[in-house]
């Protein structure tokens, strides 16, 4: 009985991180967001709302040398090619970092 539990936590276990790696508002969007803004701080970076052709990616980050902090959202496309930026649909100043 033991091994039917490790068994189902290891399938649970692939499973869960297929997700994080398939998901592109985990290390993606961290990518493109630097490729774009090399010098900017990602702070955050979490999915929205989706579907399974489109994904909402809400980004908070820090410009260089200011204590503002900023959120955008992102939205990518799902192609045959995988997930891929698609364009900027919101940008705005929520506030200042304590």
């Not at 990518?31 to 990616?57: M, N, Q, W």
Request: hydrophobic share 40%; charged share 25%; glycine share 4%.
């Amino acid at each position: 009985m033991l091994k039917y539990f490790v068994l189902l936590f290891v399938v649970v276990g692939v499973a869960l991180f297929y997700v994080y790696i398939k998901d592109p508002c985990n290390q993606q969007v961290r990518t493109d967001f630097l490729a774009k803004h090399p010098s900017y701080e990602i702070l955050d970076s979490s999915p929205a709302e989706g579907s399974p052709e489109s994904v909402r990616c809400h980004i908070s980050y820090r410009k260089p040398d200011s204590e503002e902090i900023f959120e955008a959202i992102w939205l990518y496309m799902h192609t045959k090619r995988g997930w891929e930026f698609s364009k900027t649909l919101e940008a705005s100043k929520t506030g200042e970092a304590p």
